[in-house]
Structure formats: C-alpha cells, structure tokens
C-alpha cells in the first residue's frame, strides 16, 4: 500500500525540516566562474567572503551622480516578518528570497521577474519563515542555486 500524505501533513513536514531546492541555471562563462568579479555567486561575493568586488566603474568621483535604476518588493512582508539575506547576482540575473520564503529570479537591468519559485506552494508557511539567502554552485556545465528553508 503507498503511502499518500495529506496536504496539511506535507506542509506540516516541510516546516519541520529544512528544505533544499535546487534550480539549475543557464551556463555561464569560465571567466565568470573564475571570479572575475562580475558576479556576486555566494554570500560575501566569493569564498573568500571579502564583499569585494575589482569592478571600477562606480568610484568615489562618480558615485554622487548615481540614481536608482529600478525597485523590486516581493508583495509577501508581514508584521514581525524578517529578512537577512545578501542576493545573488550571476550572469545578468539577480537571486533574491522574500520574506516568506519565495525565490525570485530578476533581469538585474530591468528588475523584470524572470521567474519565482513558491517552496509552500502558495499555502501559509507553518513555523519560523526564516532564510539567510542563496548560494551557487557550479561543476562543469552543472549549475545550480541552493537554499535553505526553515
């Protein structure tokens, strides 16, 4: 006989354990991968977590006359709600979670949403709803963005 849960008791067991979901993302160059400084793959910006990043278009000169380009809110903060996370920037495309707990994938240019992943499948979380963000992974043409869901 299968064993077939009920919804409640799915969404009962996916906040009682950390949930790791893996997207797998277009290619990106070994130049990229290699840490050019062009993407932000993990959090602090690399392994070394220097949050330093060797692009110079933005310097102390010029960076009074930058304007925001675009905003982005993720329509699901709530009273006592709270986030602690760093995006993720990779190939042109910005990796965000919400508050609870939905991944977006944005055009880091135009803010577009590009697409949004839902780990409650769209029911109320149960317990904490809480992140610290994303990370990347790559071996080979295997890419992958992980994150943790409690």
């Known amino acids: ?8 008791a799915i969404r009962a067991w996916r906040s009682a354990f950390s949930l790791l979901l893996v997207f ?12 050019s400084g062009k993407d932000w793959p993990i959090y ?7 949050r330093y990043s060797t692009l110079n278009q933005i310097n102390r000169e010029n960076v009074k006359q930058l ?7 993720t329509g699901d903060a709530f009273k006592g709600s709270e986030l602690e996370c760093s ?10 979670t919400s508050p609870k707990l ?12 590009l697409w949004t992943f839902d780990p409650n499948d769209g029911h109320k979380a149960i317990g904490s709803t809480r992140t610290r963000g994303l990370t ?8 992958r963005i992980f994150v943790t869901v409690q």
Do not use: C, H
């Not at 797998?24 to 840490?35: F, W």
């Not at 990347?136 to 890419?143: H, L, N, V």
């Open 102 to 113: 939905r991944v977006f994938a944005l055009n880091a240019a135009t803010g577009k949403v």
């Open 24 to 35: 797998i993302l277009a290619p990106v160059s070994k130049a990229q991968e290699m840490g």
């Open 44 to 50: 602090g910006g690399g392994p070394g977590a220097i």
């Open 67 to 73: 304007q925001t380009a675009w905003t982005f809110e």
């Open 1 to 8: 006989m299968a064993y077939n849960p009920s919804p409640a």
């Open 136 to 143: 990347y992974w790559a071996q080979g043409d295997d890419k």
């Open 87 to 96: 995006p993720l920037a990779i190939n042109g495309i910005l990796y965000l």
